[in-house]
């Protein structure tokens, strides 16, 4: 592929969604997007390119930039995050909201679905305690292919064996030819809906808790930093932030600091140390994963 080819591959990708495209992506695109250049009946990738020259919006540029993510997920991705969230959280957001009984949880870049299905079951696991709660879970990605395997809660058995434990698999799941599906009241736990977190975040509403883990690694500095303000700004006052584990708010200018001693958990700076520390129970605080 001719480097100027390349550059403007990378740069609609980048104008588009924030993902970075390094050089050393040339054999990544060129075999994720040749079947878009089929599908759009165009002869081969220069073909792609001087159509995308002419027309910078609309559904090439759009499968090309679907294209172009990386969608790797599984359930319970770290476990550590989801104790900590069961642990630390959740203690504090019911005790917090009594009165309303209700929680908003948002996944900000769910891929194929299995880290909100892993709360739902998660919150589902509580039992009669939260029986007379509400859990809105919204789920979002800018990839619709992905959200339209999302919606189905149908997965292969190697997906639900990279982290579902098999109690769990056996509880929630019922095997239909070689998969696995979500029962329907996990997958009505869920609503999935396409939106770019370069977008009008606002209008996905405010959120108690938000799972935002592995995205922000694809973005440079300044996106990443635009992306985390408009998180912050649709986040209750109170409320935490996950991100992924090579992810965090250093060197970015934010409201929102770690946690002490809930990896991946930010919340913000004048209310963490109070908020949440103190609901920090003993056993979370030895776990070996936690700094
Ligand atoms: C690696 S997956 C992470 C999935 C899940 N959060 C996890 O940690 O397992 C990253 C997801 O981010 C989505 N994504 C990339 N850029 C995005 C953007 N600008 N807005 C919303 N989602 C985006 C991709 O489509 C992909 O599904």
Redesign the pocket.
Known sequence: MKPEDFDLIAGIVKS????VLGKDKTYLVTSRLTPVARKHKLADLSALVSALRLRREGELVHDVV?AM??????FF??LKPFDAFRDVVLPYMVSSRQKQKKLRIW??????G??PYSLAILLREQGGALANWRFDIVA????GA?LERARSGRYTQFEVQRGMPAKLLVKYFRKVDNDWQLNPEIRSAVTFRE?????NIGAVGRFDVI?????LI??DPSTKER?IKSLEGVLEEDGALFL?GAESTVGIRSNLKPVKNVRGCYARADNFVTQFAPAIPQRVLNSRALV
């Open positions: 588009k969604s924030g993902l679907e993510t990386t969608n790797e997920t599984s991705r770290d996944c900000a870049a769910c891929s194929t299995q880290e979002t990605d800018l990839n992905v939106q770019n977190l370069l977008g799972f935002c883990r592995n995205v694809y973005f992306v992924g």
